[in-house]
Each structure stands twice: as structure tokens, then as C-alpha cells.
């Protein structure tokens, strides 16, 4: 394999990253990848030499390929069985694949979550309220600072309008509170969370809950999950202590992941969920449980 292979090759895990980001599955970002890297190798040599920045081109098809899987998606998601949610993924997965800025070296709060190395849950949901354009626009030039030049390509539109997409993702993701909270304050909320909850008080978690609380569960017709969005502390809490009544073999491990903090539980030796929170003002304002076992193999 002579050098421009090998860079062509190492520029899979970055790829995937950032096809995670458009299409909020690994499943979907692997499918556009490997689309992406079939298009690439059924090239002659000489269009291949003709190409003066491969990684640039596999990033433009890559991205062509997600913004073309995002407009099916809607119509998929359409018919998905309950609630879609994004698939969580361990914090350190796509690390090593990214080029952006170290979070801690930024002091815009949003900034810190879109340039972070690890990919937020809370991130991914706002981002699934944008228009595929929008999202594509987003997440290059916001998340991999690629030029407006280069995403007007993508989009088959002018860089200014490029420019004006960038800008309407990401008033999407400032008019969002969840988004913003610094990572201490969130794990800070988490583990109160966890203890209040380990104390099988209703009191206890109603403290540390948002009266307007929503819980979001994604079973996708395979297992058992809530079809519908529980609201209200009371509800919530109440629904979760049913859960685990009913499930008292499920153990709960804390992890990390781009949010921070998180639940992965665990039955007879399987995983079966993994659940992320969100927090406003100090308190849990979201909690976005995943059981759909297509979404967990990551985790495994």
C-alpha cells in the first residue's frame, strides 16, 4: 500500500465521526463510509492521482452520501415503531478520529459541545429538529471547520447560502439549554440522581427532577419500551420506580459518555440499556433511555 492509501486509510475513523454526527447511528455512518470508500476504490489510478487532496474528497462524497441517507431517514423514522432516538456510544470511540479544537481549550459553552471529541446525546437530539442540509452544514463546518466553499459543493447551493444554513443549525442548538451545561455541573446532577434513586425514595428523586421533566425511551418494536414521551416529575419518577419493581435482576453501571456521566444496565449478563440525561438549572430536565439492541452494540 504506498502512502496515499495509507492516508486514505487513516482517514476512516475521522469519516465515521463525522457520519455519526449526520445520521445519529453507527449502523448509518458505517454504511455511508463504506459507500464513501467503494466509490473511491473504483476509481482508474489515474483519476485516483488526479485527485490532489483525497481526504477532501472522501469528506465531499461522504458528506453527499449522508445528506442523500437523511432524506430517507425522515421517511423511515416515520415508521419506526415508539420513539427514535440517536445511539449513545462510549465516550472515547471516535477520540482518536478527531481534528477539532480540545473542548477545554474553549470558552464558548457551545462551542465546547460542538468541538468536542466525544459526541453528546443532548447534541444529536437537537440536531435530528434540522433540515438534512442544515445538519450537513453543521457538522462540517462547525464540528470539522470545513470551508463554506467546500460544504456549498456538498449541498449543490452557494457558499452564502451555505453560510446561512451553518446559522440556522446553530440557533437550533442555542435557543437549547441542554446543550450547554458544563460537564461538572452535569455529572454533579447525575450522581445525585443515581443516589436518590439507589435510596428507592420518590421524594428523594422528586428533588433532584424538573417539574416538566420528559422522559424519551427507544425500544424500536424489538423490545419493550415506552411509545410515548412520559412528562412531569411525578410521572417520571413513578415510571421508573415501575421499571425497577418489575426488573429487580438489572444492575446499573455508571459510564461516560459525550454528555458526561451515564446509566448502562445490565440483565442476566446482557446490556440492555443505556440512558443519558439532560440537565437545565441543576436538576434533570431530560432522560433519554436506549434499548433498542441495534443501538447498543457499541457497549458489547
Same mark, same amino acid.
Given at each position: 500500500?504506498?502512502?496515499?492509501?495509507?492516508?486514505?486509510?487513516?482517514?476512516?475513523?475521522?469519516?465515521?465521526?463525522?457520519?455519526?454526527?449526520?445520521?445519529?447511528?453507527?449502523?448509518?455512518?458505517?454504511?455511508?463510509?463504506?459507500?464513501?470508500?467503494?466509490?473511491?476504490?473504483?476509481?482508474?489510478?489515474?483519476?485516483?492521482?488526479?485527485?490532489?487532496?483525497?481526504?477532501?474528497?472522501?469528506?465531499?462524497?461522504? !458528506?453527499?452520501?449522508?445528506?442523500?441517507?437523511?432524506?430517507?431517514?425522515?421517511?423511515?423514522?416515520? /415508521?419506526?415503531?415508539? /420513539?427514535?432516538?440517536?445511539?449513545?456510544?462510549?465516550?472515547?470511540?471516535?477520540?482518536?478520529?478527531?481534528?477539532?479544537?480540545?473542548? !477545554?481549550?474553549?470558552?464558548?459553552?457551545?462551542?465546547?459541545? #460542538?468541538?468536542?471529541? #466525544? %459526541?453528546?446525546?443532548?447534541?444529536?437530539? %437537537?440536531?435530528?429538529?434540522?433540515?438534512?442540509?442544515?445538519?450537513?452544514?453543521?457538522?462540517?463546518?462547525?464540528?470539522?471547520?470545513?470551508?463554506?466553499?467546500?460544504? #456549498?459543493?456538498? =449541498?449543490?447551493?452557494?457558499? &452564502? &447560502?451555505?453560510? /446561512?444554513? #451553518?446559522?440556522? &443549525?446553530?440557533?437550533?442548538? /442555542?435557543?437549547?439549554? &441542554?446543550?450547554?451545561?458544563?460537564?461538572?455541573?452535569? @455529572?454533579?446532577?447525575?450522581?445525585?440522581?443515581?443516589?436518590?434513586?439507589?435510596?428507592?425514595?420518590?421524594?428523594?428523586? =422528586?428533588?433532584?427532577?424538573?417539574?416538566?421533566?420528559?422522559?424519551?425511551?427507544?425500544?424500536?418494536?424489538? %423490545?419493550?419500551?415506552?411509545?410515548?414521551?412520559?412528562? +412531569?416529575?411525578?410521572? %417520571?419518577?413513578?415510571?421508573?420506580?415501575?421499571?425497577?419493581?418489575?426488573?429487580?435482576?438489572?444492575?446499573?453501571?455508571?459510564?461516560?459518555?459525550? @454528555?458526561?456521566?451515564?446509566?448502562?444496565?445490565?440483565?442476566? +449478563?446482557?446490556?440492555?440499556?443505556?440512558?443519558?440525561?439532560?440537565?437545565?438549572?441543576?436538576?434533570?430536565?431530560?432522560?433519554?433511555?436506549?434499548?433498542?439492541? +441495534?443501538?447498543?452494540?457499541?457497549?458489547?
Amino acid at each position: 500500500m504506498d502512502d496515499a492509501q495509507h492516508d486514505v486509510h487513516d482517514e476512516r475513523r475521522r469519516l465515521l465521526s463525522m457520519a455519526y454526527r449526520m445520521t445519529g447511528t453507527v449502523a448509518d455512518a458505517e454504511d455511508v463510509v463504506h459507500d464513501a470508500f467503494t466509490r473511491w476504490y473504483r476509481l482508474t489510478d489515474a483519476e485516483r492521482s488526479g485527485i490532489r487532496n483525497p481526504a477532501a474528497w472522501l469528506t465531499t462524497v461522504a !458528506s453527499r452520501v449522508a445528506l442523500d441517507l437523511l432524506t430517507s431517514a425522515r421517511r423511515r423514522r416515520e /415508521q419506526y415503531v415508539g /420513539q427514535w432516538l440517536p445511539e449513545p456510544v462510549p465516550l472515547e470511540l471516535f477520540v482518536a478520529g478527531s481534528r477539532v479544537a480540545p473542548a !477545554s481549550d474553549l470558552d464558548d459553552p457551545l462551542d465546547r459541545v #460542538a468541538r468536542a471529541d #466525544a %459526541v453528546a446525546t443532548a447534541l444529536l437530539v %437537537v440536531m435530528e429538529a434540522m433540515t438534512p442540509a442544515e445538519r450537513v452544514a453543521f457538522v462540517l463546518h462547525d464540528v470539522f471547520d470545513v470551508p463554506f466553499a467546500d460544504i #456549498a459543493e456538498v =449541498l449543490g447551493r452557494s457558499p &452564502a &447560502a451555505a453560510r /446561512q444554513l #451553518a446559522a440556522s &443549525a446553530r440557533r437550533h442548538v /442555542q435557543q437549547d439549554r &441542554a446543550v450547554d451545561v458544563s460537564r461538572g455541573e452535569h @455529572d454533579r446532577v447525575v450522581r445525585a440522581f443515581h443516589e436518590a434513586s439507589g435510596r428507592g425514595s420518590i421524594h428523594d428523586l =422528586l428533588r433532584v427532577l424538573a417539574p416538566d421533566v420528559e422522559l424519551h425511551s427507544d425500544g424500536g418494536g424489538v %423490545v419493550n419500551a415506552a411509545r410515548n414521551v412520559v412528562t +412531569g416529575a411525578d410521572n %417520571v419518577a413513578r415510571f421508573l420506580f415501575g421499571i425497577a419493581a418489575k426488573r429487580p435482576a438489572m444492575q446499573v453501571e455508571i459510564v461516560e459518555t459525550g @454528555d458526561g456521566l451515564a446509566f448502562l444496565f445490565r440483565e442476566h +449478563g446482557g446490556i440492555v440499556a443505556v440512558v443519558n440525561l439532560g440537565v437545565v438549572a441543576g436538576a434533570v430536565a431530560r432522560l433519554w433511555i436506549v434499548l433498542n439492541p +441495534g443501538k447498543l452494540t457499541t457497549w458489547r
